[in-house]
């Protein structure tokens, strides 16, 4: 997933300092994956099954795969399992929003992100609504041809610049959003249960300065 990224593939006459984090980091990795191996030996001896285990090994043989290709900075290490959980962990949490709030909903996650954009935008130029709702342009226009059928959302010429297709909610549109934060809130508090209060803030914090940041060259 991230070897295609463009990540250093080795590190030029690394310093004392740097050879012995490498081999820190080398030793941790050996270590980790010599565990995973071994839990999962005794597991297979005892007939346990557990349908996650591969996706949980899958960091530290990430880590593994990208040592041998040469990539041996911890930093880059550290950063390629960083981008490897989050990407996991949002198609986890889309995958699980669509499945328990917004299909018995009759709706989409595209469709919800659309409705929570202009509930808290108001009224908001139809191709802002992509970069906002971080949805593709294919995913926004089938989602709004959905949503404006089933009375969700009105779309309009702006009478200042006709050019300009505006949408925004209806009351309909509120309602069935209200219904869907109900259900997401749950999920969210389920899923966020494993952290404590302080660790929620702080990576709110972290996540926060990488997302919000201009787009790196």
Request: charged fraction near 30%; charge should be positive.
């Amino acid at each position: 997933m991230s070897s295609a990224r463009g990540l250093p593939e080795a590190v030029s006459r690394p310093t004392p300092h740097a050879r012995g984090a490498e081999s820190s980091e080398s030793g941790r990795t050996a270590d980790t994956v010599a565990t995973v191996d071994e839990t999962k030996g005794q597991a297979e001896e005892s007939g346990e099954s557990d349908p996650h285990k591969a996706s949980r090994r899958f960091p530290d043989l990430l880590r593994k795969r990208h040592r041998e290709r040469g990539t041996t900075a911890g930093r880059d290490l550290d950063a390629i399992e960083m981008v490897t959980h989050l990407t996991r962990l949002v198609a986890r949490l889309v995958q699980d929003f669509e499945q328990s709030v917004h299909r018995p909903l009759g709706s989409t996650w595209a469709g919800f992100r659309i409705l929570n954009v202009l509930w808290i935008f108001g009224e908001v130029d139809q191709q802002e609504i992509e970069r906002l709702s971080g949805n593709s342009k294919a995913s926004v226009s089938s989602a709004l041809m959905t949503l404006e059928n089933r009375g969700l959302i009105e779309r309009h010429r702006d009478p200042k610049d006709r050019r300009r297709l505006v949408v925004r909610l209806t009351a309909a549109g509120r309602g069935e959003l209200e219904k869907a934060i109900a259900s997401q809130t749950e999920r969210e508090r389920a899923w966020t249960r494993v952290l404590s209060n302080a660790e929620i803030r702080q990576l709110i914090v972290l996540l926060s300065k990488v997302v919000n940041q201009p787009r790196p060259e």
